[in-house]
């Protein structure tokens, strides 16, 4: 396993930027402060990655990209494999390194680390297989069509998330062989730097992963770069609209996995109890900061009652706690600020007439973890359509409950609103889940099951929520472009100008 991990998991290290295959001493004296959230100190720094950084780092892709790019697929397919396989070794060490940065509960990142390598494989095997098309069409010529990759591509990412997100996007661009450049979220930037020098352990060619840390600043100098040719966010729904808005003027493709309120819908003939486990992992893993967390919930009148009651006890019985500790079933949101905005946003929903059913006892957590940025799992029933709750994103541990009485307006309270990303249906009736799925606005529907992930199922949303895919053929296709090419088999020449015919 990686002694570089042991280093970075160590209070206060700070080995500069990573490009070109190595850390590298930052241009900039500028740092972010890299807090622990579950106790709200300080845990490293990083730097904030200045003009000179960016154009570093942008530099040492432009530089690899001839070669990676001029790699046969199959050949790219054994660099990755290896990075799969050093990241396979390492996720014990990567999973601790990921809770203290982002205070999710160790044995959330170990199981999400556990299926990290997959997106890697994933990736490297279907680029192995992607084919061209060919036509013979009219006036004896031969159409043929291939893939080839962008260019340095820009990859933004969030704290939620921090090496899953990355690799989900990481993995595309280079099988498809693209190099990029990484802007990890301030939040949470150490993993990503680790990421990059994984690869190089793993023999991927230096200036083929590389990362710049920093802030928004730092991003919107990266998307601004004339050498990088395709920009993937993953963010809020403001940052998205600053980055397509930067991209526009580039003319620069761009996937935008951006936030969203997704519904979850819990029919008449749920299966009750698998309904109340499936809305709890989802309302409250990862302290409710997922991008599909089951935020607003939307709950058939015959069982409003016995769900609200089955799921508010279930949310007062979840354990928070040190995040390193195996029992600990919660950890902290990530910043003071999002603790505020959870607060203030349980306190409006109740002056806006709901009902707090669970979350009201004080978390209780002794020192040092007292101070650390933890909400109870809340849940707030008789949220009405209008209420702020019902329609803004928290991305924290609260969610709202509504009663409906037919599926037309089960339909109308989960497309309320501008989001359109997940929403997951609870029904025992096939033909009910079905119809409830094809009348959901959105880009990922669960039946009987909430947040599901895995790289051969396309991820991304409409609306606010962004567009453009992860996962799948159509993630590895968004970083390729495809060229057609138009081979003429009749011999002779034509001359038009001297009377030939075109054009059948
Ligand atoms: P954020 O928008 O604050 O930051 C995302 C990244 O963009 C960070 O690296 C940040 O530094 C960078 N950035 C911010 N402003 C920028 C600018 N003007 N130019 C260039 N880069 C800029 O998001 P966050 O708080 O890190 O993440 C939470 C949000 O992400 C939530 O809204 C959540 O729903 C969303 N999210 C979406 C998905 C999805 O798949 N759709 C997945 C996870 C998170």
């Known amino acids: 396993m990686s002694d570089l991990i042991d280093a970075f998991t160590t209070a206060g290290t700070n080995k500069g930027l990573y490009y070109g295959g190595a850390f590298q001493t930052a241009q900039t004296k500028a740092v972010v402060d890299v807090i622990n959230p579950a106790t709200a100190t300080r845990f490293t720094t990083v730097p904030d990655g200045s003009l000179a950084d960016v154009d570093a780092a942008v530099a040492a892709a432009r530089s690899a990209f001839e070669d990676w790019s001029a790699l046969d697929p199959i050949d790219r397919a054994r660099h990755l494999r290896r990075f799969a396989d050093v990241i396979r070794e390492n996720i014990p060490k990567l ?25 890697i494989e994933y990736f490297a095997g279907i680029a192995m297989g992607l084919e061209g098309e060919s036509n ?47 802007k990890p979220s301030e939040l949470a930037p150490v993993s990503p730097l680790v990421l990059a020098a994984l690869a190089t352990e793993a023999g991927l060619p230096d200036g083929v992963v590389n990362v710049v840390t920093g802030g928004p600043q730092t991003g919107a100098a990266l998307c601004a770069h004339p050498d990088i040719h395709y920009i993937d966010l993953t963010g809020g729904t403001g940052t998205g609209r600053k980055v397509a808005a930067l991209a526009g003027e580039r003319l620069v493709r761009t996937t935008m996995e951006l936030g969203g309120k997704t519904p979850v819908i819990v029919c008449q003939d749920a299966n009750l109890d698998g309904a109340i486990a499936g809305g709890l992992f989802s309302a409250f893993v990862a302290s409710g900061q997922t991008c599909v967390s089951g935020a607003r919930f ?91 709750l019902f329609l803004e994103e928290v991305f924290g541990p609260v969610i709202s409950i509504t009663p409906y009485d037919d599926e037309a307006e089960a339909l109308v309270l989960a ?87 075109r054009y059948g």
């Open 95 to 119: 999973a601790v390194l990921e809770t203290i940065v982002t205070g999710r509960a160790l044995k959330e990142m170990k199981a999400q680390m556990g299926r990290i390598p997959e997106w």
């Open 136 to 182: 013979v069409v009219k006036g004896g010529y031969i159409t043929l069509t291939h893939y080839t990759p962008l260019g340095p591509v820009a990859l933004l990412t969030p704290w939620n998330h921090p090496i899953l997100i990355l690799v989900k996007k990481m993995a595309a661009a280079l099988a498809a062989g693209n190099t990029c450049v990484v």
């Open 298 to 388: 939307v709950v058939h009148s015959d069982i409003y009652d016995r769900f609200v009651t089955g799921i508010a006890a279930r949310a007062d019985a979840i354990m928070l706690g040190d995040p390193m500790d195996d029992k600990t079933q919660m950890g902290p949101v990530i910043s003071q600020t999002s603790k505020d905005k959870c607060l203030l946003m349980i306190a409006q929903a109740k002056m806006d007439g709901a009902v707090q059913v669970a979350g009201a006892q004080a978390s209780d957590l002794p020192a040092p973890f007292d101070e650390g940025y933890f909400v109870r799992p809340t849940v707030l029933k008789d949220v009405r359509p209008d209420q702020e």
């Open 415 to 501: 497309n309320t609103g501008n989001f359109g990303l997940g929403c997951s249906v609870w029904s025992r009736d096939i033909s009910r889940a079905h119809r409830l799925s094809l009348g959901i606005r959105g880009g990922v529907v669960w039946l009987n099951d909430h947040h599901r992930n895995d790289p051969r199922s396309v991820w991304g949303g409409v609306r606010d929520s962004g567009f453009g895919k992860e996962n799948g053929w159509d993630a590895l296709k968004s970083y390729m472009t495809k060229k057609s090419v138009i081979v003429r088999t009749v011999d002779g020449h034509d001359d038009w100008f001297a009377g030939s015919k």
